[in-house]
């Protein structure tokens, strides 16, 4: 009788520890900060293992690697526990990417810069969505968008800049301005001579944010820790616009924007200015699917995201690999935050003139 009472014990303590719920979830994020061990097998394991889950009276927690050795335990060969966990040298890969790409005078190529991760190109495009949230197309894009814009509020010619900032030729340029800067080029570079400029400041997981928008569209998404400072910037760049702030309408429509492209755990990894631009163009690209002061839904998003996947998915129908159930998206929006109010707080924003 003795022996099942000393398991039972073991296994009560391996399930109120909280980092067992770690290991039942497989939680990456929980990688590097503790090991568990498998008496049964002699092998520790990183949290994120894929292996089969141990039963709890076989499993003891180690705060490092080599407190599992000295317990006399080998390194998983599966989740090699030893190494920078997966998660983290995929950061560092992404990271090194985005470096690329922000520094490249034109946006390279995805074969290129799948080369450069080491990675094939559908797996690179994967990864490097899994990790920022964003494509690589879009990341540069981004980039490219941020040094058009501070070219022209530093005014300079529109031609010069739409050049300096890498994009092949201005009627490429022309047709996408709006959507990328809310107004004509040259009245970005005027200063907003004449716009009503409607802006909402708030708080996500990054800081503080701060969208504006024109009558024509989104023309600043900006992260930073001081709010006073982003609506400051925001007159600096504009000195000719009028400021409407205070609309709750509009402020309504931005929080609940971003409340849906939020997801705190992704890119933890990656350097804060990454996150901040991928962050940053999630929620331009979403602003702009949903239109000016509607209510966003979750299944509007969801439906958006449905219908590229599938798109992809048709498009990638000759591949190996497979892509995410239909089934699999619902579940993920299922467990966001709806309903209880989203994360994203706005304050209201006095208005400025
Ligand atoms: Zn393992």
Same mark, same amino acid.
């Given at each position: 009788?003795?022996?099942?009472?000393?398991?039972?014990?073991?296994?009560?303590?391996?399930?109120?520890?909280?980092?067992?719920?770690?290991? $039942?979830?497989?939680?990456?994020?929980?990688?590097?900060?503790?090991?568990?061990?498998?008496?049964?097998?002699?092998?520790?394991?990183?949290?994120?293992?894929?292996?089969?889950?141990?039963?709890?009276?076989?499993?003891?927690?180690?705060?490092?690697?080599?407190?599992?050795?000295?317990?006399?335990?080998?390194?998983?060969? #599966?989740?090699?526990?030893?190494?920078?966990?997966?998660?983290?040298?995929?950061?560092?890969?992404?990271?090194?990417?985005?470096?690329?790409?922000? @520094? !490249?005078?034109?946006?390279? !190529?995805?074969?290129?810069?799948?080369?450069?991760?080491?990675?094939?190109?559908?797996?690179?495009?994967?990864?490097?969505?899994?990790?920022? /949230?964003?494509?690589?197309?879009?990341?540069?894009?981004?980039?490219?968008?941020? #040094?058009?814009?501070?070219?022209?509020?530093?005014?300079?010619?529109? @031609?010069?800049?739409?050049?300096?900032? /890498?994009?092949?030729?201005?009627?490429?340029?022309?047709?996408?301005?709006?959507?990328?800067?809310?107004? @004509?080029?040259?009245?970005?570079?005027?200063?907003?001579?004449?716009?009503?400029?409607?802006?909402?400041?708030?708080?996500?997981?990054?800081?503080?944010?701060?969208?504006?928008?024109?009558? =024509?569209?989104?023309?600043?998404?900006?992260?930073?820790?001081?709010?006073?400072?982003?609506?400051?910037? $925001?007159?600096?760049?504009?000195?000719?616009?009028?400021?409407?702030?205070?609309?709750?309408?509009?402020?309504?429509?931005?929080?609940?924007?971003?409340?849906?492209?939020?997801?705190?755990?992704?890119?933890?990894? $990656?350097?804060?200015?990454? =996150?901040?631009?991928?962050?940053?163009?999630?929620?331009?690209?979403?602003?702009?699917?949903?239109?000016?002061?509607?209510?966003?839904?979750?299944?509007?998003?969801?439906? +958006?995201?449905?219908?590229? +996947?599938?798109?992809?998915?048709?498009?990638?129908?000759?591949? #190996?690999?497979?892509?995410?159930?239909?089934?699999?998206?619902?579940?993920?929006?299922?467990? $966001?935050?709806?309903?209880?109010? @989203?994360?994203?707080?706005?304050?209201?924003? /006095?208005?400025?003139?």
């Amino acid at each position: 009788m003795k022996k099942p009472a000393r398991n039972e014990g073991r296994a009560a303590a391996t399930l109120s520890d909280p980092r067992w719920a770690a290991v $039942l979830a497989r939680d990456a994020r929980m990688d590097g900060k503790f090991f568990y061990s498998v008496k049964t097998t002699g092998i520790y394991c990183r949290p994120s293992c894929a292996a089969r889950p141990a039963r709890p009276e076989n499993v003891a927690f180690h705060a490092t690697c080599a407190d599992a050795e000295r317990a006399g335990f080998r390194a998983c060969k #599966r989740c090699k526990p030893g190494q920078a966990s997966l998660t983290a040298q995929r950061a560092a890969t992404v990271a090194k990417i985005c470096r690329l790409i922000e @520094t !490249a005078e034109t946006a390279p !190529a995805l074969t290129e810069l799948a080369q450069r991760a080491g990675l094939s190109t559908y797996h690179f495009h994967r990864v490097f969505k899994a990790v920022t /949230g964003v494509t690589p197309k879009a990341y540069a894009a981004a980039h490219r968008a941020t #040094r058009v814009r501070g070219a022209l509020a530093r005014g300079g010619k529109v @031609t010069d800049a739409i050049f300096a900032a /890498g994009y092949q030729s201005s009627s490429r340029f022309y047709e996408k301005s709006t959507a990328l800067m809310g107004m @004509t080029p040259s009245t970005y570079r005027a200063g907003a001579a004449g716009m009503n400029i409607r802006f909402a400041i708030g708080t996500c997981t990054l800081g503080h944010i701060l969208v504006a928008a024109s009558e =024509r569209g989104i023309c600043q998404i900006a992260l930073g820790d001081d709010a006073d400072g982003l609506a400051c910037d $925001l007159q600096k760049r504009f000195p000719r616009a009028t400021f409407i702030g205070g609309d709750k309408k509009f402020e309504r429509w931005v929080a609940q924007v971003v409340g849906l492209v939020e997801a705190p755990a992704r890119g933890l990894d $990656l350097p804060l200015d990454v =996150r901040g631009t991928a962050f940053q163009q999630r929620v331009w690209q979403a602003l702009q699917k949903i239109p000016t002061g509607a209510t966003a839904t979750y299944t509007q998003l969801a439906q +958006c995201r449905a219908r590229r +996947c599938q798109r992809l998915r048709r498009e990638r129908a000759g591949c #190996r690999h497979s892509m995410p159930s239909r089934g699999a998206h619902r579940r993920r929006f299922g467990r $966001l935050p709806l309903g209880r109010g @989203t994360q994203t707080d706005f304050a209201p924003a /006095g208005g400025e003139g």
